[in-house]
Every structure is written in structure tokens, then in C-alpha cells.
């Protein structure tokens, strides 16, 4: 059994339309259908626990350092957690962070993409947020979902599942 097992209920699935939203962020409100629209090849949405912790800043420094990688290859990046803006606002500061992250504090487009409930945690289960990444297309569609991921490396497989690496 893995120490990140997770349960989610009626999660956003591959080949489906991805549920809309609209959030503040650092760099203002954010909406998933503005970013779409603007982006050649998709939408990288991923989500993660909280801002400043070792393991979400391995990824955002991660997602910051490949970021000219993904705009080249045609896609925009968005963050997403559960954190307030000042925190949020401060993380994107002191990290030197290059797109926005969103504030979900209610935690509804969380669970909405489930990427918020139930998950063992080294044995113990757990509510909380399930590190998670997905892909949307220039359409709409959900064409890659990731969950459970782990913060090292993460941003690195993302960019091989994506063909980015060898374009």
C-alpha cells in the first residue's frame, strides 16, 4: 500500500470538459476559460497543499524554472491551493514566482477536480489537499490528469508525458 493512497468522489476524469472557475490569484482573477483561450496547447492546472512548505516550493520553483519551456511549447500555467492571497502573495515574492497562483479557500473547485478528501498519509487517512496536476486543451478537454504526485521530479515527468522535452 502506498503512503499517498486517496479516495476521490466523482473527480474530474480524462476526455471530459473541465469544470470552468474563477479565483483570485497574485496576479489577479483568474479564470480557467480566459486562460484556455489564450493558450495554444492547453492549460497546466495543478494543485498543491500549501504555499512555503519544502515540498510545494520544490514544485512551484520547479514549475517557475520550466516555465519558459512550457510558453514556448503553448501552454500556461496556474496554481492552485487552498492558501489565502497575502500567503499566497508572499510565497510568489520570496520565490521569484512567474504565474499565478490561485487562491481556493473554500476549497470548491478543489473537490470540484478532486483534488480535495480523503488520503492515506503514511498509514493515517487524512482530508486534505491531493497533489494533483491536469492538462486542458485549447477546447476545454481534460487530456492528461496526474494525482498523488510527488512534488520532486514532478514537473520534470510533466514535461516528458507532455512531448515537451522533445520537441
Known amino acids: 500500500m502506498s503512503t499517498h493512497d486517496m479516495v476521490v468522489n466523482n473527480p474530474v476524469a480524462l476526455g471530459e470538459q473541465a469544470p470552468d472557475f474563477t479565483l483570485d490569484s497574485t496576479q489577479g482573477p483568474v479564470t480557467l476559460s480566459d486562460l484556455v483561450s489564450r493558450a495554444p496547447k492547453g492549460v497546466v492546472v495543478y494543485f498543491y497543499p500549501k504555499a512555503a512548505t519544502p515540498g510545494c516550493t ?17 501552454y500556461l500555467v496556474v496554481g492552485v491551493s487552498p492558501d489565502g492571497i497575502p500567503a ?80
Open 58 to 74: 520544490k514544485e512551484a520553483c520547479d514549475f517557475r524554472d520550466s516555465l519558459n519551456t512550457f510558453a514556448s511549447a503553448g
Open 88 to 167: 499566497l502573495e508572499r510565497f510568489a515574492q520570496n520565490e521569484g514566482l512567474n504565474f499565478p497562483l490561485a487562491s481556493d479557500p473554500d476549497k470548491a473547485v478543489m473537490e470540484r477536480w478532486g483534488a480535495w478528501g480523503e488520503k492515506k498519509n503514511y498509514g493515517r487517512v487524512v482530508t486534505g489537499t491531493i497533489r494533483s496536476t491536469f492538462v486542458v486543451d485549447p477546447a476545454g478537454v481534460v487530456v492528461l490528469v496526474q494525482r498523488g504526485v510527488k512534488a520532486t521530479g514532478h514537473v520534470a515527468r510533466l514535461r516528458r508525458d507532455l512531448g515537451i522535452d522533445s520537441q
